[in-house]
Structures are given as C-alpha cells and as structure tokens.
C-alpha cells in the first residue's frame, strides 16, 4: 500500500512539472549550500593540519623585537646572533635550535634558472620543521662550521632545475658561487598560505652569510626557530629562554626585552580553532537557505491542497482514511525534499571538487556530508509537510466535494 | 430480490448547531428499510433535507439521533476513519458532476478505490478493465476524461462505483448534467444494473428520472412523507 502512495506521490508531483522544479530548486540551492559550505570548512581545515603536521611538537619563534623602544643600546637596532640561538640549544628541555636567515635567490644549472627561498640554518632545522631528506645525505654541522658550499633543495627547485635528472652530486650556482647539491628534500605541498613548501633551498647560514651574501656581520639571524621536548613543560621552557637571552643582552631588571619568543604551537590552536569556527559559521549562514528552501515546499504544498479540494474529497469518499490522505501529501512534499537533497549534494560536491581542484587544494569527501543531506531531505519534507497535509486530512468530505 | 435488509434507518435526526445557541433541525425521525435488490428513488424539494439524508445514507455524515444498520453493521457513531472503511466496502457512489480525476487515465479512475483495499497494481487494472467493458468503454481505459463525452464519464463513474462491488449504489442526482436523450441512456443502465441485482438508492428532483425507479420515498421539511410503489404516487407528474 506504501508503494501506491508512493506511485500516487510521483504522479501528482510530475503533473506540475514546472511548480514542482521551482520548489526542488529552493531545496537544491539550501543543500547545494550547505555542502559546499561544508566542503570549504573541512578543506581549510584540512589545510591548517597538513601545513602544521610539519610543525609537530612544541615550536616557539626567537626574534628580535619590532617595536623600537627609547632604550636602544649602543645606536644599534635589536637583533638576535647564531651565537644566541646556540645558547639556547644548551638549555635544558631544548631538542632542536636552528637560526634562520630569510633570502631569495637565483639558482643556476647550465642552461637552466629558478628563483626560490634561500633558508639559511644548520642541520637542526630539518628537525624543527620535520624536513625528510628523500635523495642523497643532509649537510652537517662540521659543514655549517666551515661554511661549506653544500646545498639541500626542495621538490620543486629539483624539478625546474635537474627535469628527471638526479641533482645530488651536481653543482648549482647562487650569486656566481658554486654549490653543491648534498641532497633533495621530501616534497610537502602547499602550506596554509598557498605557498610552495617545496621551492625551498636550505644552506648553512655561515655559507650564506659568508660566501653568498659577504656580510660583515656574520653572525646576524632573522630569527631563531626552536623546538622544546615533548615531555618539557612549555611555559617553564620560555621563560628559561627568556632568562637566557635577556643575560646574553645585557638587558637590566625591569627593562623591556628587545626580543620575543613566540609560542608557535598556541598560535596553531588559534588558527585551528578559527577555522573551526569559520566552518561552522559558514554552514550556518548557508543553512538559512535551506530554510527558505522548505518554506518553498511549504508554500507549494499548501496551494496543492486548495487546488486538489474537490479530489480530496473524492478519494475520501471513495474510502481513504485520513491517515492515507496525510501520508500522501507527506510522501509528496518528503519526495521534492529528497529529489532536491540528491540533486544539491550532487550539485555540491561537484563544485567543490571542481573549485578544489582549480585552486590547488584536496577537498575531502566525508561520510557526515552524505548523511547530513540525507537527514535534511526526510527533516525538511516532514516539516514542510506536516501543515498541508494536517490541512488535507482534516477536510470535511461533503464540504469538499462541493467545491468549485 | 430477497427480504434481506441492507438499509436499516430507525428514529434517525440530524440537527446542525450555530453559533448563538441557535440550531436547525434538518431530518426529523426518520425510519424506513430497504432491502436487497431495491431500485428507490428519494425525492423532496430542495431545503427538504434529501441531501443530508443521503450524505447520512452515504456514510459521509453521521445523524445526531437513531441508528443506522447498514448491511448488518451499525454505522451511526462510527470514527472518521471507520466510516471511510464502510464507504470504501459498501457505499458505490455516483454523482451529478461525476467527481472523476480529470488528470489521471479512465482506468486509474475506475480503480481508484482498489488503492485503498490495498489491492496490487494488477489486479487493480484487470478489476478496472473488467468494469470499463462491461460499461460499454472498451478501448478507452489510458484516455482522460475530457476526451470523454458528459455520458461516457458518468459511465466511468458507474464503472468506479460498481469496481468494488459495494452493498449499495448510492446516487446523486446522476442525470443533472446530461442531456435528455444520454439521461435516459444512464437511466436504462441503472435499470438494467438493478435487474442484475444490484440494490440501487437514487436521489432526485425529477420526476421523470424517479419514475425509473420501483419505490419511491419522499421528504418534505425533513419528514417522511410518502413511502410507497413510484407508480401509486398520484403527485408525481406534477
């Protein structure tokens, strides 16, 4: 008996086939919405973790200061040398401390040249920022010591470089010197800018401040990146490095640090729960359309009912109990819902694979998705559903029967 | 035609209750039986109280008082529900504006109140088929109605009413909206439907159309006022 009203559902529904596609089409619009929405949250969210799965464990930033205080000592602007970041290295609770030097340059291979970020650090790097060295051996401190002309590039500088060539062993120039090519680095993709993780050149900071750059300051960094032990109380880490480096300054009591420690991984949470929240945000804004969307069916339905009086009245005559003239219009406006449902998530996901794939990011597809337009379709079709087909089931047969 | 009783009304009201307290009595005590195999025609002016009777007789409505046993079975305070129940088992209904689907095929009309017998889209059809023939409209079951003739549709109508073989046929002023000439065609098929056996209850206020029928009951200001052989009634070509 299901499968007649079903049946009797679809005729009524394909007898209207424009009023019935403009009320799916509300529907399709709320849930096409929705998915999206849904899609776009996860993808950012995707690429919040996969940018800092390579900024695993406790990280904090050492910098100099940017805001310049009256108190400037000796007329020199604050800064912070490879020999503080040493020192930091020797502190208790410390695993890695890599000083960085922030360059871009020009590579050269024969006939070939790209231009990438030149980092300037040791060895300790590759473990702060969890680089994989895929192909040949990184540098080592004895290397960072003598400032050795030994390079490790990433994916991309190989590929635009070398082609299907192994670059380990090769020599590549910067600035007219020439370096060696020690090694390639895993590729890591795009990070949560939209930049090329791996067009990335990593030297020691002593050959780039001393070969590359003929700096007379050699011992000047952009900044110190640090990794502290997992088991190692963070709060309690900072404040010895703090200590540390106020020392190293000379930096009286109760003077202003002229550096900063930045705590990394509280930034992380920030981020991530930002996205969270613009997640939910943005679906919830696209819900509203959905809505609308069943207000639609609403609408449809009950102009149904008052144009469908007169049958109303016959079927009842004829013996539907009221429950089969409720269950009708309720099949009828559920049936718009799902077709709509399916529709807009197919619609959905279409487009967020297709933006994703124009835009360089993996949109996951997840389970929730699919179950979420499912619950809407039944959700919705119930609800606006349930005020027509009250209405239906309650009319008065002889009263409809006489109506015009 | 046996004794068997398929209509029994006895003692049966109805009044209607208005607002302000005020209340309009509209059949007083109403009793009659008819029998299996009857063809009665019910006539009355209009205001008479003929169309609440028969929307009573139709289970369409409930009297305020009396009962109604209607093949073996008091309908009188019987649910909404129950009483779709009845309609569906016992009630062939035709009506004067026929009140077929004008969207959906002769066939799906004629098998319309199978769907709520839970009846399978099989045997739905060959029921509807069955009928449609005997109907004189083979050939036209996947037509809609508006490319039937005013005659043609009140023979579909018959055809849905006579497609679940009901206790009675009960029918609305059948003829209203047909032409003299197609009247006396659906007369002469109700005729022959009650020589086959059905028991058929005509409403009216034609007297060409009652005199069709064998017995006639009238109703005036919602009272009985003549229950006897249509041919006796000496007021009848007036």
């Known amino acids: 008996m299901l499968w007649l009203i079903i049946k009797e559902a679809w005729i009524s529904i394909s007898s209207h086939k424009l009023r019935s596609f403009l009320t799916t089409l509300g529907i399709i619009i709320g849930v096409g919405a929705v998915v999206l929405m849904v899609a776009a949250g996860q993808t950012v969210t995707l690429v919040i973790n996969n940018s800092f799965a390579s900024m695993g464990g406790q990280l904090v930033m050492l910098h100099p200061s940017f805001v310049v205080t009256s108190g400037i000592k000796s007329g020199q602007r604050p800064s912070i040398t490879s020999q503080d970041v040493d020192a930091v290295r020797g502190l208790k609770g410390i695993e890695a401390a890599a000083p960085m030097i922030f360059a871009t340059a020009q590579a050269v291979y024969g006939a070939n040249n790209w231009t990438a970020a030149l980092r300037g650090s040791t060895t300790d790097l590759l473990i702060v920022n969890k680089w994989e060295v895929e192909k040949g051996e990184p540098f080592t401190s004895k290397d960072v010591k003598a400032a050795a002309p030994y390079v490790l590039i990433g994916a991309t500088v190989a590929n635009e470089l070398f082609g299907f060539n192994d670059p380990v062993g090769q020599t590549i120039r910067i600035k007219n010197v020439p370096l060696k090519v020690v090694g390639v680095l895993k590729s890591k993709g795009q990070d949560l800018m939209g930049n090329d993780q791996d067009d990335i050149i990593i030297i020691p900071y002593t050959t780039l401040r001393q070969r590359i750059q003929g700096s007379r300051i050699p011992n000047r960094v952009n900044f110190g990146f640090i990794k502290i032990s997992d088991s190692e109380d963070m709060e309690a880490a900072i404040n010895r490095i703090k200590m540390l480096i106020r020392s190293r300054h000379n930096i009286k009591a109760g003077a202003e640090d002229d550096f900063e420690v930045r705590n990394m991984t509280a930034m992380v949470e920030t981020v991530k729960t930002v996205g969270l929240v613009l997640s939910i945000l943005l679906a919830s804004i696209a819900s509203i359309s959905l809505v609308v969307g069943s207000i639609g069916i609403m609408n449809m339905m009950l102009v149904s009912v008052t144009e469908r009086t007169r049958e109303i009245g016959i079927r009842k005559a004829l013996g539907a109990a009221n429950r089969w003239i409720m269950l009708q219009f309720l099949t009828e406006s559920v049936m718009i819902s799902f077709m709509g449902s399916a529709i807009g998530l197919a619609l959905g996901l279409a487009i967020s694979q297709i933006a994703g794939s124009i835009l360089g990011y993996e949109v996951p597809i997840s389970a929730w998705t699919l179950a979420l337009a499912g619950a809407v379709a039944i959700v919705v079709g119930v609800l606006s559903g349930v005020l027509p087909a009250y209405k239906a089931m309650h009319l008065d047969p002889i009263e409809a029967l006489r109506y015009q | ?238």
């Open chain 2, 1 to 238: 035609m046996s004794n068997e009783p398929v209509i029994e009304l006895k003692h049966i009201g109805k009044t209607y209750f208005m607002e302000g307290g005020l209340s309009q009595e509209v059949l007083k005590d109403i009793n009659f039986t008819v029998t299996k195999g009857e063809f009665v025609a019910i006539m009355g002016p209009s205001g008479s109280g003929k169309s609440t009777l028969m929307n009573i007789l139709g289970c369409l409505d409930r009297p305020t008082v009396g009962s109604y046993i209607l093949a073996g079975q008091e309908v009188s305070h019987l649910s909404d529900n129950q009483l779709a129940e009845v309609r569906n088992k016992s009630i062939g209904f035709v009506f004067q504006n026929f009140n077929l689907l004008m969207r959906r095929t002769i066939a799906d009309n004629v098998s319309l109140p199978l769907i709520y017998r839970g009846m399978s889209d099989k045997a739905r059809r060959e029921t509807a088929l069955k009928y449609i023939d005997m109907m004189k409209l083979a050939g036209n079951q996947d037509r809609i109605p508006n490319q039937l003739s005013g005659g043609m549709q009140q023979r579909v109508a018959i055809a849905r009413a006579l497609a679940t073989e009901p206790t009675i046929i009960l029918a609305d002023e059948p003829t209203g909206n047909l032409d003299s000439t197609t009247s006396d065609e659906i007369m002469e098929l109700f005729t022959d439907l009650n020589k086959a056996g059905k028991t058929i209850v005509l409403v009216t206020h034609e007297p060409d159309v009652a005199s069709y029928a064998t017995r006639l009951i009238r109703i005036t200001d919602g009272r009985k006022e003549y229950d006897g052989l249509v041919k006796n009634y000496k007021e009848l070509s007036k």
